[in-house]
């Protein structure tokens, strides 16, 4: 009597809002690891040229306050270096964990959605940290940018009453405007847990243990 061979196994079909949020979890990691990077090779290098913003500027009293207002800048990063450079070194570190986990979870890869899920929630955490403890360097860089932004304004051509009225309300809504990034980017990372740990998504991961 022949015996029939066992029927194959079905192919895993990955969720469409898994695989969108491999694909977050990736931006993740990329813009983590670029953001700690920069601010890691300001304080280990002397490769670093900040004075390049101030070089863009034409005019002499633009470039004599976009001076000023890079050295507060430059002094703000000096002076929180003992909070920056750790949060800096978890940002890159998380990052390229994150990348690399998510590009085994896209393949598959069994324990990348379990560490996917830790990875993200620290990130979070960190990105929630870093926020509260480095006001300093974000308001001197938020001035450094005004000061520049007004300088290329004034350059174009553009009314000067326009300029200024443009920058006071910049300057008002740029704090609700930096609490509302980081009050997204906690929900979009809330939103890929969700996803992670769906029924469908640890199915996809681990069938065996679903079935």
């Known amino acids: 009597m022949s015996s029939s061979p ?9 969720p469409w809002f898994l695989l969108l949020a491999l694909v977050m979890s990736s931006l993740f990691g990329a813009t983590s690891f670029v953001d700690g990077w920069s601010i ?23 470039r004599a306050r976009a001076q000023v207002a890079l050295e507060r800048y430059v002094e703000a990063l000096d002076h929180d270096k003992s909070r920056m450079f750790p949060l800096a070194a978890a940002e890159l570190l ?47 860089n ?43 980017r906690s929900l979009a990372a809330g939103l890929v847990l969700v996803a992670l740990t769906r029924r469908r998504s640890r199915a996809y991961f681990e069938p065996s243990a679903e079935a």
């Open 94 to 140: 998380l990052g390229l964990a994150l990348f690399t986990m998510s590009a085994g979870a896209m393949g598959g890869r069994p324990g990348a959605r379990a560490a996917l899920v830790q990875l993200i929630g620290v990130q979070a955490v960190v990105v929630i940290i870093m926020f509260g403890l480095t006001a300093r360097v974000r308001v001197a």
């Open 142 to 184: 938020r001035d450094l940018g005004s000061v520049v932004g007004a300088a290329q304004l004034r350059k174009s051509g553009s009314d000067p009453k326009v300029i200024e009225e443009s920058l006071a309300i910049s300057r008002k809504l740029a704090p609700g405007v930096e609490i509302g990034y980081v009050t997204l």
């Open 40 to 62: 890691i090779s300001y304080y280990r290098t002397s490769d670093v040229d900040m004075s390049a913003v101030v070089r863009g500027v034409d005019d002499d009293g633009d």
């Open 6 to 14: 066992p029927p194959a196994p079905s192919p895993r079909t990955r």
